[in-house]
Structures are given as structure tokens and as C-alpha cells.
């Protein structure tokens, strides 16, 4: 993600335009129009120091990031990111040098609106604020009537059973979590998986084979078509013209 920062106070400091989950999961609005800065302690050399940081700073702040996860899901998130933004830092100079910011295919991408990432975006900031909230598990999505709760699942983002573009398309996300908690979980079922909470006696008995299965699971998601992607949306917004 350095490589991303060091891109983004290049080409246009705060304003970015390249929309994000709200890290403040807490706040309003729910997705940000520009990415905000990580704002890494300049006296950290290394990156692993620098991230590390970052999530001590905020590990008991309400609402601060991905707050159904532990410590160590919260670790191996940030520094699986760093993996995707380093490969898509490589892809981006190809990029560069094949695909115009005035072509037809930027033009494309940069309408989030018709082309569903606006929505999906706000999908997305439902479920990591209310994990398993699209699930269909009567259980959980009741808990959720109530308001904000933080209740430890881990939830597969990337586990679709259902369909569900059509009604994400044409859900209206205008209003608070409150107005639309009910219509999320009524409206944008997709029966995705949810995981109960870790054994987390088990995993320190088996850590080896855990984290075998952890690093097959981070690198199945990262495919060279999603590299492809974010290097062609990063370019396309970054460069607005």
C-alpha cells in the first residue's frame, strides 16, 4: 500500500477518487469518495513496523475497521492488502502504457453508478458493520434490528451463493444504517457462508496446518484478474483529466 500512497500524494494528494469503506465503521457516510490516508509514523523504517502500528493504534477503538475480527485477522488483513497493492503497483506501469485515461474503457469504469461498484460498496460496508447481516440466519440478522453490534464472525465477503445483482442494482442505499437495516436483510439475501467463532484452543494446538489453510485462502483471492482490475481502476482514477 505504500506504493498506492506514494501514488496517490503524486497524483492528487486527498482527493483521489478512488472511493472507499469508511475505516470508522461507526460514522457517516458509510463509503468516502477518496481514500484516506494510512498516516504510517515516519519514523518507522520498515513496512511490517509501519502496519503493525497502524493496528495498535486503533485495536480498542470503537468502530475502527474491522472490528468483528481478532487482533491476527486484523493483521493478516492489512498486510494481505499490502500483497495486492504491491502486485497491482507492478501491472499499473503496464497499464499505463496500454490503456489511455481518456479511452472508452476509463470512461466505463469511472461511472460506479452503472457500472454496480457504488453499490457494491455499500453492500460491502453492511456486511463488515453487521457481519452475516445478508446471510439469511434469522439468528444473526434479528441481533442486528437493534443497531450496531459487535459480535465476533468471521464472514466470507467473497462467498456468494445467490445472485444478487439485480436487487443490489436496484436497492436504494440513501439513508442511515437505522432506515435500512431491515430492507438490507429483507432485500440482499445471498445465503453466504457464516463462520461461527474460532476455536481459538484449536488453532494454537494445530497453528501450523491453520495457517497453511489461511495462506491457501489469501492466495486464492488473488488472482491475476483481480491484480488486472485494481491496477486499470487505479490508473483510470487516479489520472482524471
Request: hydrophobic share 35%.
Amino acid at each position: 500500500k505504500q506504493w498506492y500512497q506514494r501514488r496517490v500524494r503524486e497524483a492528487a494528494g486527498a482527493n483521489n477518487n478512488i472511493p472507499v469503506v469508511n475505516p470508522r465503521l461507526r460514522d457517516e457516510p458509510r463509503v468516502l469518495d477518496n481514500a484516506p490516508m494510512m498516516n504510517y509514523d515516519p519514523e518507522f523504517a520498515t513496512t511490517g513496523m509501519k502496519h503493525f502500528d497502524i493496528i495498535m493504534k486503533g485495536v480498542n477503538m470503537d468502530g475502527w475497521r474491522l472490528s468483528s475480527f481478532g487482533l491476527l485477522e486484523r493483521l493478516s488483513h492489512i498486510f494481505h492488502m499490502s500483497e495486492i497493492w504491491a502486485e497491482a503497483g507492478k501491472e499499473y506501469k503496464k497499464v499505463k502504457r496500454r490503456i489511455g485515461v481518456d479511452s472508452n474503457l476509463c470512461e466505463c469504469v469511472r461511472d460506479t453508478e452503472s457500472n454496480g461498484l457504488a453499490k457494491y460498496l455499500q453492500l460491502t460496508a453492511f456486511q463488515i458493520r453487521y457481519p452475516g447481516i445478508t446471510s439469511g440466519n434469522s439468528e444473526i440478522t434479528d441481533s442486528y434490528l437493534g443497531g450496531f453490534l459487535d459480535y465476533h464472525i468471521s464472514y466470507g465477503l467473497e462467498e456468494r451463493p445467490d445472485n444478487i445483482v439485480k436487487a443490489l442494482m436496484d436497492f436504494d442505499f440513501s439513508g442511515s444504517d437505522e432506515e435500512l437495516i431491515a430492507d438490507v436483510i429483507d432485500q440482499l439475501v445471498d445465503h453466504a457462508a457464516v463462520e461461527e467463532e474460532h476455536d481459538e484452543e484449536y488453532e494454537m494446538a494445530h497453528s501450523k496446518e491453520h495457517w497453511d489453510w489461511c495462506v491457501g485462502k489469501l492466495k486464492e483471492l488473488m488472482t491475476p484478474e483481480l491484480i488486472y482490475d485494481t491496477a486499470v481502476f487505479m490508473h483510470c482514477q487516479l489520472n482524471v483529466e
